[in-house]
């Protein structure tokens, strides 16, 4: 979502994970990682005559970079999360005219 002023990005996970969010002026990258133990041994513990083939997903992160439609301010970033849903906003705040870091020096 975009306003005037914020760019709001939603996010639904997987439960017992982590996020993290790095953002630059115009990019985010979201990287999901689960904090449960389920591994390939476990697996092969639980069916015995099981083969893996391909990727194994379970132990691999889920990423994703978004491009924001206007230029935002990094350091802005404020994460909300509602446990009843899942669901986790980020809220970032758009660059504009007025967003000008100043630095004074006196003599």
């Known amino acids: 979502l975009e306003n005037e ?17 790095i953002t630059s002026d115009y990019f985010a990258l979201f990287t999901v990682g689960h904090s449960f133990d389920y591994s390939i041994s476990k697996l092969k513990q639980e069916y015995r005559n099981f083969n893996l083939y391909g990727l194994n997903q379970l132990d691999q992160p889920i990423q994703r970079v978004i491009q924001f439609p206007s230029p935002i301010i990094p350091s802005s970033k404020s994460i909300y ?24 020096i006196s003599i």
């Open 5 to 21: 002023n914020q760019i709001i990005v939603f996010c639904h996970t997987i439960k017992n994970s982590t996020i993290d969010c």
């Open 81 to 104: 999360c509602d446990y009843s849903t899942g669901i986790i906003s980020f809220v970032f705040t758009k660059q504009n005219q007025y967003n000008v870091v100043t630095s004074t």
